[in-house]
């Protein structure tokens, strides 16, 4: 029953994940409430969400959204920042990106809300692509190693404001990058012992069925729906890091921490 529960967790997560990302703020409390400790918990969430990232990533490539142009520094950089990000969540407090982050949400999100027109097409490229990856590849790949939610909404940023893409391409290559920072985070909480396989392979298996079921939505819907999408998991990432930092830390705990 456990397993089938978890499978379940993950089969909305993956859909949910594949579009808009945010998917670790359904799957981690899951595997918090059968009693897995924190650290133990994330490394879990890393394994389960390779699988989700990996199906939606292969689903947006063979469709022809993903252009590869500069994509293997991405790779590169983005799996850098992750191992330096989960080596460093697993001896510092991750206390300051708790106040920061949901603020630094709060504004992409306004700033998505009020341009009704953002991501609708391409538009002109602002950073030569190695550039790019260099910088948004460490940042963020460290910050979903170490931290996590909202990484998905700040590579669809990224992609749109600084490459040119529109979101649909944007949602695509942000599925490469995740894939690129769960797989390197993977690593890491692997080696520490803190993954427990059998459950990370039952909510898995539900990760792959949902982010195909999402990435195909993504790719028959236009892009209005995906910035719809983007903007009511922003709002519901914002609302619970304001709850788990505000609420107090015993409430905190029960709602799943800061989550990934």
Known sequence: MIYLFLGLIGLVAGFVDS???GGGLIALPALLSIGLPPHVALGTNKLQSCFGSFTAALNYARKGLVDFRGLAAGIG???CGAVLGTFTIQIVSTQILQYTIPLLLLAVFIYILLAPNWGAHDSRQRLPRVVFYGV???????YDGFFG???GSFWALGFVG???LHLKKATAHTKITNFTSNLASLAMFWAGQHVVVPAGIAMGLGQVVGAFLGSRMVILKGVRFVRMFLLIVMAIT????IFVTFAGPDVAATAGGVGK
Not at 136 to 142: A, K
Not at 238 to 241: D, G, K
């Open 136 to 142: 948004f590849g460490v940042m963020l790949g460290f």
């Open 19 to 21: 579009i808009a990302g």
């Open 77 to 79: 950089f983005t799996a």
């Open 238 to 241: 914002i609302l619970r890091l």
């Open 149 to 151: 939610p909202g990484t």
């Open 162 to 164: 600084c490459l040119g």
